[in-house]
């Protein structure tokens, strides 16, 4: 089985300007997310799509972030402008199942390193 | 009080060497709990749900504890490649979904 895809891996830019990531997941799994980490902490949820609807995006940022789901399968993550406190790795996770049958666990990419400068 | 704690450590503790971690979580109506392990610079991985009656899995032990709202992960006889950051997972219905939140992690490192 493949895992979930995240491109690219390293990403630097200077502050104000865009960025966009992109997140293949697991195949079937209907639930995506996307977590940003900052280093030391633990993954903070931006925003959590069931196939192409979002289910909850109360931490993203909407004033500069944007995500999206399109066909409910690939999913991309826009930051737009980037400032410095952005730096941080952005990581994709999906789940098979969501719902009153339970959690499955999130399986992750590899995340995508965005250095803001 | 922060949804879900963890002590960020790190703890030091030489091979062999049995180390135990807490996570505790402020929501009592939390339904699920999960460990993962995440090494540096690398995503982390699922090491081992957490279920009610407490499980094993070779020398992972995890248990749940309701009453006082923490879940524990017991490692024995730890090993080098065990060190590692231990990120507990919490899952609670929220308006119709499953809402889940990270710990900050706790870090190990194990020493010769």
């Known amino acids: 089985e493949a895992g979930v895809a995240q491109s690219p891996r390293y990403k630097i830019i200077e502050k104000r300007q865009s960025v966009a990531f992109w997140c293949n997941p697991i195949?079937?799994?209907?639930?995506l997310y996307w977590y940003q980490q900052i280093l030391g902490q633990g993954p903070k949820l931006l925003i959590q799509f069931q196939n192409n609807g979002v289910v909850d995006d109360s931490q993203l940022p909407k004033d500069r972030f944007s995500a999206e789901r399109l066909k409910g399968v690939d999913s991309t993550l826009k930051i737009q402008p980037a400032k410095l406190e952005d730096s941080a790795v952005y990581l994709c996770?999906?789940?098979?199942?969501?719902?009153?049958?339970?959690?499955?666990?999130?399986?992750f990419g590899n995340g995508t390193r965005l250095t803001v400068t | 009080r922060k949804e879900v704690e963890q002590d960020p450590g790190p703890f030091n503790v030489p091979e062999g060497a049995t180390v135990a971690f807490n996570c505790t979580y402020s929501n009592s109506a939390s339904q699920s709990f999960f460990w993962y392990r995440q090494d540096c610079r690398k995503e982390p991985k699922l090491l081992m749900s957490?279920?009610?009656s407490g499980n094993e899995d070779g020398r992972f032990t995890a248990q749940l504890n309701r009453a006082s709202q923490y879940i524990s992960l017991l490692i024995r006889d730890s090993k080098l490649s065990d060190s590692a950051t231990y990120l507990c997972?919490?899952?609670?219905?929220?308006?119709?979904?499953?809402?889940?939140?990270f710990g900050t992690g706790t870090r190990l490192l194990v020493s010769p």
């Open positions: 996770a999906s789940s098979s199942r969501q719902g009153a049958a339970g959690v499955s666990p999130l399986h």
């Open positions: 997972v919490v899952i609670w219905l929220n308006t119709g979904f499953q809402k889940l939140v």
């Open positions: 195949s079937g799994h209907a639930t």
């Open positions: 957490v279920y009610s």
